[in-house]
């Protein structure tokens, strides 16, 4: 497919700009590291309630992906982008605010309200998590479609970058963190930044990006896709024709309507096949909500969600805890520019087969050293020396090892595996399993680590990484360089 000089230049600036979506959904997920001690202290929340806070918005997240396939389909994925970027800036301004009940004279029910706000907004980021890749694999150039689709993942790790950078100013601004801490680890207050509390302004950064997602968005064009499913191809021949070399525009929409082989919306029982008198769901949709699973069932987002408070449960101050999760972000976003430069060479399947034994051999390390670890004199445990090295070098390598395969390849496959028929209620299906495994691993990761440890915990993630390793090997199939149309 032969390309004009400017197309490469406008296919990236559509793909940057859809992908700031998924900015605001690595930004919304993580932002909650650094405010957890404070929610403790200001809400009144128990360890469950804590929990269940932090990894509540994945549920939001659930509905939205489940839905977001299906209303993009209905009316177009640039207003259900637009629609994420207002759910983003409202839930952060609740999240921020959780008292409007408390005003209203209905006192005791601020971490309610707070986990209404978190659900609220994961409703949008499961809604960006889905249309975003699904939007760029449909508008970009089969030879780049790789690279391209990569920015969703690549800014996902600037957004978790943006917000652990976020809290560690404020907290220094602060004079220490969000919560003020003594030496025995008991919080006994929150700080101030102005006439706000710290953990507030934490949430509330999140409106600038949140109103800069819509605003960009209105100078993005539809989905040439999109368009010729609802039969306007002669807008989708102008979108197309700014992207590929004039010539074969034609060739392209035919290749669509093709492809479209029923002129209804998708529906989920597209994703049902008959064998043996029997309704089943087709084998590559069993593979996306696979390759979904797996990619949470590792334990990524313990590190972006829980970091500070894994650090500091082995004797790491507040601020050295958020300094630590910040090094991890930046290993993160290093990483994935690896992926960004490889995916479109090597391919999909060899990045997520080295990224599973590499993850493999990290998370072990650490479960043997969280495992073995001392305990301090109030009951906590720590460690020094070498193995507090070696921990933090292994959980910087296996965020290396994730970032440059499961991390981007997992959304990049699931925006082109499924043929252009099911893509949809394929997508939604498979955004769902992903935020489901989300809150599972996270929602008990503090049950956890109360029962079992650290080191039972991560014990957990090698194992499902190990298999990892096996399902690369017989279940994923190569999509380097094939047009959405032979998929």
């Given at each position: 497919?032969?390309?004009?000089e400017y197309?490469?230049g406008?296919?990236?600036f559509?793909a940057?700009t859809?992908a700031l979506g998924?900015f605001?959904?690595?930004?919304?997920t993580?932002?909650i590291?650094?405010t957890?001690d404070?929610l403790?202290?200001?809400?009144?929340a128990?360890?469950a309630?804590?929990g269940?806070?932090?990894?509540?918005?994945v549920?939001g997240?659930?509905?939205?992906a489940f839905?977001a396939?299906t209303?993009?389909?209905?009316?177009?994925r640039r207003?259900?982008?637009?629609?994420?970027?207002v759910?983003?800036?409202?839930?952060?301004?609740?999240?921020?605010?959780?008292?409007?009940l408390t005003?209203?004279g209905?006192?005791?029910h601020m971490?309610?309200?707070?986990?209404?706000w978190?659900?609220?907004?994961?409703v949008g980021?499961?809604a960006?998590?889905?249309i975003?890749?699904?939007y760029?694999?449909e508008i970009?150039?089969?030879?780049?479609?790789?690279?391209?689709a990569a920015?969703q993942?690549?800014a996902i790790v600037?957004g978790?970058?943006?917000?652990?950078?976020s809290?560690y100013?404020?907290?220094n601004?602060a004079?220490g963190?969000?919560?003020?801490i003594?030496e025995a680890r008991?919080?006994?207050g929150?700080?101030t930044?102005?006439?706000?509390?710290?953990w507030?302004w934490?949430?509330?950064i999140?409106?600038?990006?949140?109103a800069?997602y819509?605003?960009f968005?209105?100078?993005i064009?539809e989905?040439p896709?999109?368009?010729?499913?609802?039969?306007?191809?002669e807008?989708a021949?102008?979108i197309?024709g700014?992207?590929?070399t004039?010539g074969?525009?034609?060739q392209?929409i035919?290749?669509?309507?093709k492809?479209?082989?029923s002129?209804v919306a998708p529906k989920f029982?597209?994703l049902l096949?008959?064998?043996?008198g029997?309704?089943r769901?087709?084998?590559i949709v069993?593979?996306?909500?696979g390759?979904?699973a797996?990619?949470?069932?590792?334990?990524?987002?313990v590190i972006?969600?829980?970091?500070?408070v894994?650090w500091?449960?082995v004797?790491?101050?507040?601020?050295?805890a958020?300094?630590?999760?910040?090094?991890?972000?930046v290993?993160n976003?290093a990483?994935?520019?690896v992926?960004?430069?490889?995916?479109?060479?090597?391919?999909?399947?060899p990045?997520l087969?080295?990224?599973?034994?590499?993850?493999?051999i990290?998370?072990?390390?650490m479960a043997?050293i969280f495992?073995?670890a001392?305990l301090d004199a109030n009951?906590?445990p720590e460690?020094?020396?070498?193995a507090a090295y070696?921990?933090i070098i292994?959980?910087?390598?296996y965020?290396?090892?994730?970032?440059?395969?499961?991390g981007?390849?997992?959304w990049?496959?699931l925006?082109e595996?499924?043929?252009?028929?099911?893509?949809?209620a394929?997508?939604?299906?498979?955004?769902?399993s992903?935020?489901?495994?989300?809150?599972?691993?996270s929602?008990?990761f503090?049950?956890?680590l109360?029962?079992i440890g650290?080191g039972g915990?991560?014990?957990i993630?090698?194992?499902?990484?190990?298999?990892?390793?096996?399902f690369?090997l017989?279940?994923?199939?190569?999509?380097?360089?094939?047009e959405?149309?032979?998929m």
């Amino acid at each position: 497919m032969k390309q004009k000089e400017y197309s490469v230049g406008y296919a990236l600036f559509i793909a940057c700009t859809a992908a700031l979506g998924g900015f605001l959904f690595g930004f919304d997920t993580s932002v909650i590291n650094g405010t957890l001690d404070a929610l403790r202290f200001k809400l009144g929340a128990n360890d469950a309630q804590l929990g269940f806070a932090a990894a509540v918005a994945v549920l939001g997240a659930a509905t939205g992906a489940f839905f977001a396939g299906t209303l993009a389909d209905k009316f177009g994925r640039r207003k259900v982008m637009m629609a994420a970027s207002v759910i983003f800036f409202v839930s952060s301004v609740g999240a921020g605010w959780p008292y409007f009940l408390t005003l209203a004279g209905v006192s005791g029910h601020m971490i309610e309200e707070f986990i209404f706000w978190r659900v609220f907004g994961g409703v949008g980021i499961g809604a960006a998590s889905i249309i975003v890749p699904a939007y760029i694999a449909e508008i970009a150039p089969a030879p780049l479609r790789g690279r391209l689709a990569a920015m969703q993942q690549f800014a996902i790790v600037l957004g978790i970058f943006a917000a652990l950078l976020s809290n560690y100013v404020l907290g220094n601004i602060a004079g220490g963190g969000a919560a003020i801490i003594d030496e025995a680890r008991v919080i006994t207050g929150v700080t101030t930044i102005g006439r706000f509390e710290t953990w507030q302004w934490m949430f509330w950064i999140e409106c600038v990006p949140a109103a800069a997602y819509g605003l960009f968005v209105v100078f993005i064009p539809e989905s040439p896709r999109y368009l010729v499913a609802r039969r306007q191809t002669e807008k989708a021949g102008v979108i197309l024709g700014r992207i590929l070399t004039p010539g074969v525009v034609a060739q392209k929409i035919a290749d669509i309507k093709k492809s479209l082989t029923s002129e209804v919306a998708p529906k989920f029982s597209d994703l049902l096949e008959k064998v043996a008198g029997k309704r089943r769901l087709v084998p590559i949709v069993w593979v996306g909500i696979g390759v979904a699973a797996l990619q949470q069932f590792v334990g990524i987002n313990v590190i972006f969600y829980y970091g500070n408070v894994l650090w500091q449960s082995v004797g790491f101050t507040q601020q050295d805890a958020m300094m630590t999760s910040v090094i991890s972000s930046v290993v993160n976003i290093a990483s994935t520019l690896v992926a960004i430069a490889l995916v479109d060479r090597i391919g999909r399947k060899p990045l997520l087969f080295a990224g599973s034994i590499g993850m493999f051999i990290a998370l072990g390390i650490m479960a043997v050293i969280f495992g073995t670890a001392g305990l301090d004199a109030n009951g906590n445990p720590e460690i020094h020396g070498a193995a507090a090295y070696i921990a933090i070098i292994s959980a910087n390598l296996y965020v290396v090892f994730f970032a440059f395969s499961w991390g981007p390849v997992c959304w990049i496959l699931l925006g082109e595996m499924f043929n252009n028929r099911i893509r949809g209620a394929a997508l939604a299906l498979g955004g769902l399993s992903q935020w489901l495994s989300n809150f599972l691993i996270s929602g008990t990761f503090p049950l956890m680590l109360a029962k079992i440890g650290l080191g039972g915990a991560y014990g957990i993630y090698s194992f499902f990484a190990f298999v990892s390793i096996f399902f690369v090997l017989t279940k994923v199939r190569e999509t380097k360089g094939k047009e959405l149309e032979d998929m």
